[in-house]
T-cell receptor
Framework: NAGVTQTPKFQVLKTGQSMTLQCAQDMNHEYMSWYRQDPGMGLRLIHYSVGAGITDQGEVPNGYNVSRSTTEDFPLRLLSAAPSQTSVYFC????????????FGPGTRLTVL | ELKVEQNPLFLSMQEGKNYTIYCNYSTTSDRLYWYRQDPGKSLESLFVLLSNGAVKQEGRLMASLDTKARLSTLHITAAVHDLSATYFCAVDMNTGNQFYFGTGTSLTVIP
């Protein structure tokens, strides 16, 4: 199993550009989530999904969209990038959410100029 | 909003010593998670604590949960250099499928 994969590993954007961060898992997990990690702030939940076709907002959803058309994939879209979105983004998955350990992808380091 | 506080934020300890990292949270929750992150790497699950009084041990690490005090501890026994990493605790709110992470404890074990 590849586990949780994320692409790209690094990305530089200009303010106002849009892009999609890809996340895929091959463990047949129902729960998938996106976090951003900023220095001194731990991880903050952006969006999550409890199954295909179901998504919901986390703690910091503004400026991001998600969709979950399959169990395996959970892309994160930045609609109009801003410097405040410079961060490291982690995708994670778990069997069903509450009570389960999460498996994290390798992360995407995003810089917005 | 659920707040999760860890202390200390930075910890430098000598090899062979024992120490405890504390994780306090602000609202009712029956579950707590511990993760480890090496510099520049992703997070790895260490422990999932699912009830009051839960205790789990793996090697030199032992985690416990007191839901009444809203407190979890991660105890390090006879530290070795390989334990140098950042340790995060995370909590969910019993409902809503959302997880809240602490700011992390950066541990450095020195010879």
């Amino acid at each position: 199993n590849a586990g949780v994969t994320q692409t790209p590993k690094f990305q530089v954007l200009k303010t106002g550009q849009s892009m999609t961060l890809q996340c895929a898992q091959d463990m047949n997990h129902e729960y998938m989530s996106w976090y951003r990690q900023d220095p001194g702030m731990g991880l903050r939940l952006i969006h999550y999904s409890v199954g295909a076709g179901i998504t919901d907002q986390g703690e910091v959803p503004n400026g991001y969209n998600v969709s979950r058309s399959t169990t395996e994939d959970f892309p994160l879209r930045l609609l109009s990038a801003a410097p405040s979105q410079t961060s490291v983004y982690f995708c994670a998955s778990s069997v069903s959410g509450l009570g389960d350990e999460q498996f994290f992808g390798p992360g995407t380091r995003l810089t917005v100029l | 909003e659920l707040k999760v506080e860890q202390n200390p934020l930075f910890l430098s300890m000598q090899e062979g010593k024992n120490y405890t990292i504390y994780c306090n949270y602000s609202t009712t929750s029956d579950r707590l998670y511990w993760y480890r992150q090496d510099p520049g790497k992703s997070l790895e699950s260490l422990f999932v604590l699912l009830s009051n009084g839960a205790v789990k041990q793996e090697g030199r690490l032992m985690a416990s949960l007191d839901t009444k005090a809203r407190l979890s501890t991660l105890h390090i026994t006879a530290a070795v250099h390989d334990l140098s990493a950042t340790y995060f605790c995370a909590v969910d709110m019993n409902t809503g499928n959302q997880f809240y992470f602490g700011t992390g404890t950066s541990l450095t074990v020195i010879p």
